[in-house]
């Protein structure tokens, strides 16, 4: 019976760590080489890190990608074949390629000839489209090598198993989404049924900017029989092997991890993509302001979980309209979680601001401008912590304050990261729940219900004026999130909005408010990508904006 085995690296790259990242596939050719395996593959774009964006276009960034490659190939030329992807220049054109190294020697480059440009993805901007590639001979078959989009549509594939792969291997960084899995593992089933082909799904993990890789690697037979699951999030390396009988290749079944519902996944995203975050940038420390809210209990939680509650200085900063509730709860939410607790009260700095601009404010009644200044001297004393110290700030705002901009901007807006920024209002509440009552090996934090109840259960507040409470400006959140839902995620027009029961006046606010906050979106901190529609690299409009939806508008004023 003829045998292949192929080791799949499910590994973490850093963006624009070469060697560092070629010392990673090194450790898994060494494993695969042991293992007696005839290739070892890793995730698309691996050497260069995924996504590397205009770092692409600077020529000696490429050039030192390929020079690294070649050195890879040297030191990987005594044992199995090692597939790796990078940017690649042929001619005057960059590609985005995949090439398989064996015995000092170069098979391909592979081209990607689907290039996605939508969501995240701006491949059309950096790279040019390559030639649909045959199948690479690796010892006893040919391996057919589609570059992750080109596993999404038919030809690339059907072209590969009429030119003779015996196996389909799709090299991935196919970033996280929820719910994501349904949309691959539909796809691929598709393929193997085309084909007749076994296929291998590889993906990275690890967290870049927004972004994070869930991994998640399986392995299919024709007709769609699951043989291989890996775990998601977590790097790994295991061994495939494929053998070869009556009906052709087919894969040997191996382990079938677990994978977690979507709320453990959403939390875990927001952990490694704050923890990555922080070690690719160089940080080892944090600090936040913890109000009392349950925003600040969550993003503190969140970062103990992702670093450990002795690298988590929370900081309270009361004012008058502070009330003792919050003080309680901000203080048992650090003692629960391990969490060093600083308090620097803003009463002195605000007199000082205030009593500066009493001359220019004579006369005026009070508004939300003294209610900024409050929010404004908060990030100015949080800021000053995090350059003494050298912690990065974290902020706490999540997607429906950041949707409506019920955030100060160069206040609660400043610093350097926000976990929860693509998680609803209505979603933070559930998540708290959740994490109370759910404690994995890969949280660093404590288990055990570390939010107090209070915190998740009372009406949410900014304390900037006197019983000040969020739906005296908003609608309630399940009604805000649901519009909110609709016009951002789902792109949905008035009518459709209407439809589903929600007011005019409501609906018109919220798309108000919405708009007008682009420009705030535009200065904020990058946040975790839990959705397909997330502010940033998902969602993209003009600051300057002034089309409204024209439905309901016969007799408003322009």
């Avoid at 190939?73 to 960059?94: K, N, R, S, T």
């Avoid at 409204?548 to 508008?553: A, E, K």
Wanted: glycine share 8%; proline share 7%; net charge negative.
């Amino acid at each position: 019976m003829t045998r292949f085995r192929l080791t799949l690296a499910q590994l973490n790259p850093t963006v624009g760590n070469l060697r560092g990242n070629a010392e990673k596939a090194r450790v898994a050719w060494e494993q695969a080489k042991a293992a007696g395996s005839d290739m070892v593959a890793l995730p698309e774009m691996f050497l260069a890190g995924y996504q590397p964006q205009d770092l692409v276009m600077k020529p000696a960034f490429v050039a030192d990608c390929q020079r690294v490659m070649e050195e890879l190939a040297q030191d990987c030329a005594d044992g199995p074949a090692l597939g790796i992807g990078l940017p690649w220049f042929e001619g005057a054109e960059l590609f985005n390629v995949y090439v398989v190294l064996q015995g000092g020697k170069m098979a391909g480059p592979i081209f990607k000839h689907h290039l996605p440009n939508y969501n995240v993805f701006d491949e059309k901007r950096y790279f040019a489209s390559g030639d649909v590639h045959g199948p690479v001979a690796v010892g006893p078959l040919r391996v057919g090598i589609p570059v992750c989009e080109d596993a999404w549509f038919p030809d690339v594939t059907e072209t590969l198993a009429e030119t003779g792969a015996q196996i389909l291997l799709v090299p991935n960084g196919s970033p996280y989404f929820r719910n994501k899995r349904d949309f691959r593992m539909t796809h691929m089933v598709s393929r193997v049924v085309e084909t007749g082909l076994p296929l291998a799904y590889l993906n990275m993990v690890g967290g870049q900017d927004d972004q994070v890789f869930d991994g998640g690697t399986f392995v299919l037979n024709p007709h769609g029989e699951l043989a291989t699951q890996f775990p998601v999030f977590d790097e790994h390396i295991a061994h495939q092997d494929f053998v070869e009988g009556p009906d052709g290749w087919r894969a040997v079944p191996g382990e079938k991890a677990h994978l977690p519902n979507e709320w453990e996944q959403d939390y875990r995203v927001m952990v490694e993509a704050l923890r990555d975050y922080l070690r690719k940038s160089g940080f080892s420390k944090v600090l936040l302001g913890l109000s009392g809210g349950v925003d600040s209990a969550l993003v503190a939680m969140i970062a103990a979980d992702a670093i450990g509650p002795e690298n988590v200085r929370c900081v309270m900063l009361p004012s008058e309209y502070t009330s003792p509730a919050s003080l309680e709860d901000a203080a048992a939410v650090a003692k629960n979680l391990g969490c060093r607790l600083d308090t620097v009260p803003i009463s002195g700095p605000r007199a000082a601001v205030t009593e500066a601009l009493a001359p220019m404010f004579e006369g005026l009644p009070a508004d939300v401008t003294e209610e900024n200044i409050q929010s404004r001297l908060r990030g100015l004393l949080l800021m000053a912590l995090s350059n003494k110290f050298g912690e990065m700030l974290l902020t706490t705002g999540n997607k429906s304050e950041v949707a409506v901009g019920y955030a100060t901007i160069y206040g609660d807006m400043s610093g350097g990261y926000n976990p929860i920024k693509d998680l609803y209002k209505m979603r933070v509440f559930e998540t708290c729940r959740w994490r109370n009552a759910n404690h994995r090996d890969w949280m660093m934090g404590p288990e055990g219900a570390v939010i107090p109840p209070r915190v998740i259960d009372k009406p949410p507040s900014a304390e900037l004026r006197e019983d000040q409470k969020d739906e005296d400006s908003l609608p309630p959140y399940a009604v805000l999130d649901r519009i909110l839902e609709l016009l951002v995620d789902e792109e949905a027009s008035f009518e459709e909005v209407l439809a589903e029961g929600f007011s005019l006046e409501d609906v018109r606010r919220v798309e108000r408010l919405l708009y007008m906050s682009e420009y705030k979106r535009f200065q904020s901190a990058p946040g975790a990508r839990l959705t397909r529609r997330a502010f940033w690299l998902d969602r993209r409009y003009p600051i300057v904006n002034r089309w409204r939806d024209p439905v309901g508008r016969e007799n408003a004023p322009d």
